[in-house]
């Protein structure tokens, strides 16, 4: 391989790598999902969730190195329907997240606190199964949650039209795909496992409610500016 042949694939290397970590670092709607997500139903929940914006992104992926990516992109139909789906998606898990105050603005009692009443002999099967389905819904909630998002298909397309080259060979390309999913659930597991920390948990108790509300105001609020935009 010539020498120069070898310069550029060191800076397609070093572009993807840089490129990737700082978007996957820049807050967007996974990550007030994970950090939701992660207050609200724990540490494992959070990690699952990050594993599921991973997946997410597979999927852009995956359509996108077979070269579909680039058709989806100039089609505006497809771009507003994911929009449109994404918008709605990222407003339901706004209120959803404010459902039980909005209730209560309603004068409406709010049922999911009826576990109090739970005979203490059946709580331990019910907990367990609480856990079970909290785990596959916060998994499902990433990978909706970024598989709807258009601005990652944008990202990931604009990345291997402009950056990568189309002399790449295969290989390298599903490498870089591995890496850019791979940099998504470990960053976002480890924002699951810092908000989970107990150092962490012990300052925010007293607003993690609130912190939860303010989230779920962001999430419904990137909602209405993706459909706006």
């Keep these: 391989m010539p020498e120069w042949t070898g310069d550029i ?37 959070g990690v699952l969730c990050a594993i599921g914006i991973g997946t997410g992104v597979s999927v852009h992926l995956g359509y996108t190195l077979i070269g579909l990516g680039v058709v989806f992109a100039s089609n505006i139909w497809v771009l507003s329907a ?7 998606y990222l407003i339901w898990l706004g209120v959803s997240a404010l459902w039980p105050d909005i209730r209560r603005l309603l004068g409406r009692p709010d049922h999911s606190k009826s576990a109090s009443n739970v005979k203490p002999s059946d709580q331990p099967d019910q907990n367990q199964t609480r856990r079970t389905q909290n ?10 949650c970024n598989t709807l998002n258009p601005k990652t298909m944008l990202f990931i397309v604009s990345l291997f039209s402009q950056v990568i080259s189309p002399d790449t060979a295969v290989a390298q390309e599903v490498a870089y795909g591995v890496y850019i999913a791979a ?47």
């Design 9 to 45: 694939l060191s800076m397609e290397i070093i572009a993807v790598g840089i490129i990737t970590i700082l978007a996957v670092i820049s807050p967007g709607p996974d990550f007030a999902m994970v950090t939701r997500i992660a207050l609200a139903r724990g540490r494992r929940a």
């Design 82 to 88: 994911l929009r449109y789906l994404g918008a709605a």
């Design 135 to 144: 785990s596959g819904s916060a998994f499902w909630i990433g990978f909706a």
């Design 183 to 229: 940099c998504h659930m470990i960053w976002f597991a480890l924002v699951a496992t810092a908000l989970t920390l107990p150092s962490v948990q012990a300052r925010i108790a007293a607003i993690k409610s609130w912190i939860e509300r303010g989230v779920g105001i962001c999430l419904a609020g990137l909602g209405v500016k993706l459909l706006a935009s």
